[in-house]
């Protein structure tokens, strides 16, 4: 069996399932990063957690070729998610990841409240308004 093949057949079916993780140690790390003052990489190591609790509700992880912004718009069409709440954390995240200053205190913490509002409405504990 070839290479393509390989591939072909291991993402047959779509993309492949997303294994569990660890959500206490990812929250655990956050916090250590924002305590440190690594509050960009505490809002993008935020961000990937997230992505990775709607690839497990979902079944289906962000495939290569998509943008955060279109994995995200196939979620909200499977989770019903706050569009605003997720809109401005991702823009965050994007401002955290790609930009070239450092990320204020004051807006690591929004982003992590807009986090923390999420998290248990992915996890099926609460209802968007």
Known sequence: MG????IQKKFRGGTPKVASV?????????KKLADAGKYNAAITLAYRTFEQMCGMKTGSERAQSETAREFLERV???????????????TSYEEARFSNHAITRERYERAIKTFSDLYPRIEGRAMPE
């Open 3 to 6: 290479f393509r093949e390989s």
């Open 22 to 30: 660890d959500i206490p140690a990812k929250l655990r790390n956050i």
């Open 76 to 90: 909200l069409k499977v989770i019903p998610l706050d569009g605003v709440a997720v809109e401005g954390f991702i």
